[in-house]
């Protein structure tokens, strides 16, 4: 059973893998309604944390600086994990680079094609430092003017939702964009196997990994070109400008929160820098320079199908 | 080097590790349980015996409104969200913060290794537990609160009590002081069992209402290896399908063209995914984004 939608500004597919031609059992539930649920997720997250709705929770968040904001568990703790990757980080990965985004042109409504520009003054300075989380109230208090970009983390907590939801059924894959889940075995009754894009020439892999329970995730400056000028859609907080250092970053991880985070952290940091993020925070990754010189984790050699 | 760097893989830096992704863990869990307490709320409030609902899946689908921006390319029954206005107020921050009582996450064996049970600081200590995450659903309590039906506190429900701080955030979101400990039952529990679908999809997701005219309206849309047109149709205000047009890319587009169809099943004859491929979706959504804007 599978299913496509159209969500958060990109395609999301989910797949269920039928045994014996039958996914729907008595203890697993109704696969149809896990669907539902798994992509209503996505939805939920896209509503909380759209930058081009000004009715997002997180819009109305950034239209009232200075104050402390009680939030939605799920942008409390969507802000909270942002924070701690930038903390982690030293602001290689920095949820606060709305403003300079929307300065390079990645602040085009992908639903209704409009501009958005947001009515705050700019505040170029502004760093995650100035974002105020209080763990008793659950309140979110932003220091200076600035926008908060989920991007990353969003739509890594949607894959996360959506894989709890799929879980009982053990074998399933979820790809939102080129990010994925993959549960238990692909159809064949192996793990998954998957492909790592090459960054520089369209249809062929980089690799082929061999996973199971894991998000993988892949940060590439293939992605997204901005509007009219050069770069790619990953800015390095600290200079705002694009990083040049890496062509695509790919990374295994539990939660594809973590998995997509550190795939964007890492790709800013360096091939160096990055891949030491990765060994310090447990993950495995591949990392590829323009130069396609590769960088990996000690560990990430048992990923590759058929042992590399 | 440092993909060389043993000491990063056994060494202090280790014992650091994992911090992200046992903070992740926790935040799925955390976001995922206050689904469910919220889900809960509104189910109360529709007070619609679980088998009616289940049987109103189908029926909520004419009712006006949300995933306006669904491009689905199934037909089935999407989501069901009845827009109920009244559930938004249950939702809302202000009342969703209470309401953080979280059901206690099931204790799962770790399978981090001991250097993520000593999580850094600023993690939230009963991060250790959740180390591996998708951790088994905790079957949603369902049950309208009528019926008082709050899952049995299994032992395994209960969190680990807060070890000796964490400074910077004592207190974490799975371990709210104030608020009792919803319970979920222990992993050993059916999951979804007669369990109505109640769940996120029933938060109204509204999109901006419906859109106007109804037929079948086509869109482009482009990437740098050429444009994709894509036909989406559209029926008593709702998008019931989404498929590719015509596809005029430079390159072979066998990654577009098997998106679309409900069928969207390898991109690759070697392999089940590919990471990273994005762009050619971008088109595609630009495509279906085009074609909707006709019909509004």
Same mark, same amino acid.
């Given at each position: 059973m599978i299913r496509t939608v159209a969500v958060m500004g990109t395609i999301v597919t989910m797949e269920l893998v039928e045994r014996d031609g039958d996914v729907h059992t008595l203890d697993r539930g109704d696969p149809t309604a896990a669907l539902d649920r798994a992509f209503a997720w996505f939805h939920r997250v896209e509503e909380c944390?759209?930058?081009?709705?000004?009715?997002?929770e997180l819009m109305q968040l950034s239209s009232r600086i200075g104050a402390a904001v009680a939030v939605s568990e799920m942008l409390y703790e969507m802000v909270q994990f942002a924070l701690a990757v930038a903390e982690e980080t030293g602001g290689a990965f920095d949820p606060t680079v709305g403003r300079a985004m929307e300065a390079r042109g990645f602040n085009r409504e992908h639903r209704t094609r409009t501009i958005v520009r947001t009515p705050l003054g700019s505040d170029? %300075?502004? /760093?995650?430092?100035?974002v105020a989380l %209080?763990?008793?109230?659950r309140t979110i208090a932003l220091l200076r003017p600035l926008i908060l970009d989920l991007g990353a983390v969003a739509k890594g907590c949607a894959i996360d939702m959506a894989a709890r939801e799929l879980r009982p059924f053990e074998d399933f894959a979820i790809n939102a964009g080129g990010d994925l889940y993959l549960g238990g075995h692909g159809p064949t009754g192996t793990p998954w196997s998957i492909g790592v894009r090459h960054p520089r020439q369209d249809g062929r892999l980089l690799a082929t990994l061999c996973v199971s329970d894991t998000a993988v995730c892949t940060s590439g400056?293939?992605?997204? /070109?901005a509007a009219g000028e050069a770069g790619h859609h990953i800015l390095d907080p600290r200079s705002s400008a694009s990083p040049r250092a890496v062509a695509s970053v790919t990374v295994l991880a539990p939660t594809a929160m973590a998995a997509d985070a550190l795939a964007t952290a890492a790709f800013v940091l360096g091939p160096r820098e990055g891949i030491d993020l990765l060994e310090r925070q447990g993950v495995e990754g591949l990392l590829v320079t323009p130069e396609l010189e590769r960088h990996e984790t000690l560990g990430m050699a048992s990923a590759y199908r058929g042992g590399r | 080097m440092a993909k060389r760097n043993l000491d990063s893989k056994g060494g202090a830096g280790k014992r650091l590790s994992n911090g992200l992704v046992a903070l992740s863990s926790v935040a799925v869990l955390a976001v995922y349980s206050a689904g469910y307490v919220r889900t809960r709320a509104a189910a109360a409030r529709f007070e619609v015996p679980a088998a009616a609902r289940r049987g109103g899946h189908r029926a909520a689908?004419? *009712? &006006?409104?949300?995933?306006?921006s669904d491009a689905t390319v199934s037909t089935s029954a999407l989501i069901a969200s009845p827009p109920a206005p009244d559930i938004e107020a249950a939702v809302k921050p202000a009342e969703a913060t209470p309401s953080a009582a979280q059901p206690a996450p099931p204790v799962e064996p770790s399978r981090t290794p001991a250097s993520a049970i000593a999580p850094p600081a600023q993690l939230p200590p009963s991060s250790t537990m959740m *180390?591996?995450? &998708?951790?088994?659903?905790?079957? &949603?309590?369902?049950?309208? &609160?009528a019926s008082a039906a709050v899952p049995a506190p299994a032992p395994a429900a209960t969190p680990t009590p807060a070890p000796p701080a964490a400074p910077v955030r004592s207190t974490s979101p799975v371990d709210a002081p104030a608020v009792p400990k919803t319970a979920s039952p222990s992993p050993a529990a059916p999951l979804y069992t007669d369990a109505p679908p109640v769940d996120p999809s029933e938060q109204p997701f509204v999109f901006h209402g419906a859109f106007k005219k109804d037929g079948t309206f086509l869109g482009w849309g482009s990437s740098r290896h050429g444009d994709i047109q894509a036909s989406v149709q559209i029926e008593n205000g709702r998008i019931v399908s989404a498929v590719i047009a015509q596809c005029l890319t430079r390159y072979s587009c066998d990654v577009i063209d098997k998106l679309p169809p409900q069928v969207v099943k390898r991109q690759s004859a070697d392999v089940d995914y590919v990471t990273g491929a994005t762009e050619s979706a971008d088109a595609f959504y630009d495509a279906i984004v085009d074609a909707l804007s006709k019909a509004k």
């Open positions: 944390c759209s930058r081009f709705d000004p009715n997002s170029v %300075d502004a /760093s995650f430092r100035d %209080d763990p008793n109230r400056d293939y992605e997204r /070109s | 689908a004419a *009712a &006006p409104g949300p995933l306006a *180390a591996s995450v &998708p951790a088994p659903v905790s079957a &949603p309590t369902h049950e309208p &609160p």
